[in-house]
């Protein structure tokens, strides 16, 4: 008996092509509908809630920082000391009747005890700074200079191809002005580290260790300073400029409070480096932003709350990565020694106004002489040219005679007042 071979029955798809098709576009129109729910009206966290997150992750990244630090310095120290390097020899001719001034002579010479000295108000700072503010506020009402700048750093190499040409539409810069206040300075050591509990500072021993001291003071700033600017979203695939979605953003700070340090490194003549000035603001800022935007053209989607919370994280990421500790600034400080050409007012002031008003008047007499000049010398221009335009016309308009021509010669070498008849 043969047993004849069967082909195994193919087990029949559970659902038909219509019905896979139907479940597909479920199922993206459920997805897209989640992607709209979550990431673009979705609730974003409290200010209060997302001002704490950051702190904590602030705080973390500066014990992290010094942590580092620390470890470092102990690897350091284990390690064999250094020979000692060549000075080069100073000059004699400037001389000093005291050893080179330390930290701890210049605490004791102002009076100033780190551990006791009550913080100070800056009430006479805070003038200083608000007059530079309005002077710099109502120079950029005149000039465009700041908005010429703005723009061409929007503007830049960095910009993405995907994004049309930025355009700044409003420019705020407030009305109220910062406030400085607790200032108090504490030593730090070279590394810019507050000393801990258990070390004690040697004010005495300060210079040597690499040890400065450090302004600090509270920053407070309630105002509504806006930035507003209009694009376009390119969508260049498939092909180029396939969609384009136009995008208007406006941020504003709404308020900012922090501490700022301020120290200077002294200038290495060794290494030819100048006095700078350096600093920072501690991780324990706030920056409270109000982020509007407008999506669209017809259409329109208003104050999206992801891309409020997308550009808020964005600004305070470029605030972190540059003046937060344990990043600071360096600014080189010029020479501090008077020089003259930067002298202004007193009797040079007045000397230097009456030359200027010398040079300008005599100046202003040689403009009239020339303009005299030119003018004379135009008249007498003017009457050779009618005076030879009035004898060629003389001699060229001659009457007619009945049945000649009288012809007068002008040409080189003829003979005045001798007329040559000429038949018709």
């Not at 017809?298 to 990421?317: F, G, M, Y």
């Not at 020479?335 to 030359?355: F, H, L, Q, V, Y």
């Amino acid at each position: 008996m043969m047993v004849q071979d069967v082909c195994p029955v193919k087990p029949e798809p559970t659902l038909s092509f219509t019905q896979g098709l139907i479940v597909g576009q479920i199922s993206v129109v459920l997805l897209l509908a989640a992607f709209i729910k979550f990431f673009i009206f979705g609730d974003a966290p409290s200010p209060e809630v997302a001002a704490s997150i950051r702190a904590t992750e602030r705080r973390s990244r500066t014990l992290a920082h010094k942590k580092s630090l620390l470890s470092l310095r102990t690897s350091n120290a284990r390690h064999a000391s250094q020979p000692p390097t060549l000075n080069k020899k100073k000059s004699s001719i400037l001389r000093q009747s005291q050893p080179t001034l330390t930290i701890g002579s210049i605490l004791n010479k102002t009076y100033y005890k780190v551990d006791s000295h009550q913080p100070e108000s800056l009430d006479w700072f805070n003038v200083l700074v608000a007059q530079a503010i309005a002077q710099l506020r109502s120079d950029a009402q005149h000039d465009d200079a700041i908005l010429s700048s703005l723009t061409k750093a929007m503007n830049g190499t960095s910009r993405p191809d995907f994004v049309d040409e930025i355009r700044v539409t409003e420019l705020t810069l407030g009305e109220d002005f910062p406030i400085f206040s607790n200032c108090r300075i504490i030593p730090v050591d070279e590394n810019g580290l507050d000393f801990g509990p258990g070390k004690a500072f040697d004010a005495n021993m300060a210079t040597r260790d690499g040890t400065r001291l450090q302004a600090r003071m509270d920053v407070d700033l309630s105002d509504m300073i806006t930035l507003a600017l209009e694009t376009q979203l390119l969508l260049n695939y498939p092909k180029k400029l396939s969609a384009v979605l136009p995008v208007a953003l406006a941020v504003s700070v709404v308020r900012f409070s922090g501490t700022l340090s301020i120290s200077f490194i002294p200038s290495n003549s060794s290494e030819n480096t100048p006095t700078k000035m350096v600093f920072t603001f501690l991780d324990d800022y706030r920056l409270d932003l109000s982020v509007r935007s407008l999506l669209g053209s017809r259409s329109r989607l208003q104050d999206v709350p992801k891309i409020a919370q997308l550009v808020e994280s964005r600004l305070h990421q470029w605030f972190d990565d540059r003046c937060v500790e344990p990043r600071f600034q360096e600014i080189a400080l010029p020479s501090m020694w008077p020089r003259k050409k930067n002298t202004r007012g007193g009797d040079e002031a007045i000397a230097d106004a009456i030359a200027d008003a010398g040079r300008s008047m005599s100046s202003a007499r040689e403009a009239d002489i020339a303009k005299n000049l030119r003018e004379e010398a135009r008249k007498e221009v003017e009457a050779e040219e009618d005076t030879r335009g009035h004898d060629t016309l003389r001699y060229r308009r001659r009457p007619r005679a009945d049945s000649v021509y009288s012809i007068t010669s002008a040409m080189p070498g003829s003979i005045p007042d001798v007329h040559v008849d000429v038949p018709t």
